[in-house]
Nanobody, 121 residues
Framework: QVQLQESGPGLVLPSQTLSLTCTVS??????????WSWIRQPPGKGLEWMGA???????YYSPSLKSRTSISRDTSKNQFTLQLSSVTPEDTAVYYC?????????????WGQGTQVTVSS
């Protein structure tokens, strides 16, 4: 059973960089054909795919967030990390990490529980 757990600060100041880590257990982030995504859901809105780290180490980003988003990984810890720069209150959301087989950026078989991030001064 694959499990994912998000961690990071719940409050970020405007203009700062949001940083979240997803720790994966029960499976390796280097297992072929799996992709490890970050998704968010602002209050009252739908899910938004932000980007992904592939089993190969390649990264993929949503065009609308690409200029502010960076995803990296630490294979020794089986973790992948999201960094979102220059945040504004519009980046307030529940942030999730999830796994997909790559057939679609919107179909996931395992999710983390999500972590609330609020951008506010």
């Amino acid at each position: 059973q694959v499990q994912l757990q998000e961690s990071g600060p719940g409050l970020v100041l405007p203009s700062q960089t949001l940083s979240l880590t997803c720790t994966v257990s029960g499976g390796s982030i280097t297992t072929i054909y799996y992709y490890w995504s970050w998704i968010r859901q602002p209050p009252g809105k739908g899910l938004e795919w932000m980007g992904a780290s592939a089993y190969s180490g390649s990264t993929y980003y949503s065009p609308s967030l690409k200029s502010r988003t960076s995803i990296s990984r630490d294979t020794s810890k089986n973790q992948f990390t999201l960094q979102l720069s220059s945040v504004t209150p519009e980046d307030t959301a529940v942030y999730y990490c999830a796994r997909t087989d790559g057939s679609s950026w919107y179909v996931y078989d395992y999710w983390g529980q999500g972590t609330q991030v609020t951008v506010s001064s």
